[in-house]
């Protein structure tokens, strides 16, 4: 097989428009080199391949190119003559010393896009070849906002079960289960193996599934050790793989100081619902509407769903949440301009002032860092599954379909002119 014919990758799906291209093409105008990290199959290569066609496009998966980059890089840009994309450059991370060598000699911008799907060791890697020449997005399934703008928008139950992996949208008729069974024994046979971090897969296996029911909820490692039959240590390090692989997010918790009274434990979410209720063993909508974990798996669906739309403008995250020894929890809290907004998130459908209780004792507890109460809109938001409400009882209530809107970034970024 040629190295040309290797090359090409994933075209054969219709596109659909994502929300992050505008960033990473300010990024390519301003910037010698972008780097895209994401879990697999978030759409990387898609992407980059629609927005940069006439880019050369090398994938290091391709054992043959692999080969080429590791042992005569130069030879290797023969083939792949910048502008290029290099897909998932951890492969042969060594290569950065040869882009910045190549960057110094010509100033070009937007010369490099370089994707991953993991980041062990090329976070280093990057910072000691490229630093203060390329820029970092961080690219995630398809959110519900881009899913809308294509005309799908789902129920709940089957947007839960579904997940967000854009090969399930690009077309009808893909069986969600299948398709994160396969994702799980890809990432185990790949990239697991290939990081060489976790040696018993059928222990890391079992934790996975172990985590996904404890989505939504605080990191105990000495528990799930205990039913892993592994050291605290050892879950400690496995979560720190599911984290660099991008297939869990670990949010953490807001405080103002250091104070017993706050819990200081983070809390882990999946990537994708659709993972997690693989793992779970949720096979389709009746059965999501019946399990225990709804609520928790719901609350996943919004929380990353808060992080999409925060990456995808090139935002901080700034999410967190809020739990102290007195009982006092708010599922989410965005923190910008050195005040809070606040979100409690209820998969019902129906209205229920309960639902904002805990952000009106926040408010009383802390009315320092949150807005003021003479504004309606900024007091609190109840994300869940009923119809939008501006303003009940002094609180927003949001369909989860349109959390995107409530945490893009408000403000345009401060540009240095002179």
Known sequence: MSLEISAIFYYNYPMIQRTVSEYIQ?????????????????????LVQALYPSFSYAN????????????????????????????EIQRVPELLSTVQVRIDKTKKKGEYILTGSQQIGLKTSIAQSLAGRVAIVQMQPLSLAELKTNN????????????CMPFLFSEQGHKPFDYYRNYVQTYLEKDIAQIGAVQDLMRFGSFMRLL????????????????????????????????????????????????????????????????????????????????????SLFENLVVTEALKNRLNYGADPNLFFFRNSKGL????????????????????????????????????????????DSDDST????????????????????????????????????????
């Open 60 to 87: 290091l998966e391709d054992m043959n190119i692999r080969n080429l980059a590791k042992n005569d890089p130069d030879e290797f840009f023969t083939h792949f003559p910048e502008p290029v994309i290099i897909d």
């Open 152 to 163: 799908i928008e789902l129920d709940r139950d089957t947007q839960l079960v579904s997940g």
């Open 212 to 295: 996904a029911g404890r989505t939504g909820q605080l990191v105990n490692n000495a528990v799930i050790a205990q039913e892993v039959g592994v050291s605290s240590t050892t879950i400690a390090a496995w979560l720190s793989v599911l984290e660099i692989s991008h297939l869990v997010y670990i949010l953490k918790p807001w405080y103002i100081n250091r104070t017993s009274q706050v819990v200081k434990t983070p809390k882990v979410y999946f990537c994708d619902t659709g993972l997690a209720s693989y793992l779970l063993g949720i096979e389709n909508p009746n059965q999501m509407q019946r399990d225990p974990l709804l609520g």
């Open 26 to 46: 300010q990024c390519m105008h301003d910037y010698f080199a972008v780097a895209i990290f994401g879990p697999r199959q978030c759409g990387k290569t898609t």
């Open 379 to 418: 007091k609190g938001t109840v994300v869940y599954s009923g119809e939008n409400y501006d303003s009940y009882q002094g609180f927003k209530y949001v369909n989860f379909h349109n959390i995107g809107t409530l945490v893009a970034p408000k403000e345009q970024p401060f540009v240095l002119a002179f």
């Open 329 to 372: 929890e708010v599922d989410l809290i965005l923190q910008h301009n050195k005040q809070l907004d606040l979100f409690e998130i209820k998969s019902g459908k129906a209205l229920d002032t309960k639902f904002a209780t805990s952000m009106r004792k926040f408010r009383k507890t802390y009315p320092d860092y949150v807005c003021s």
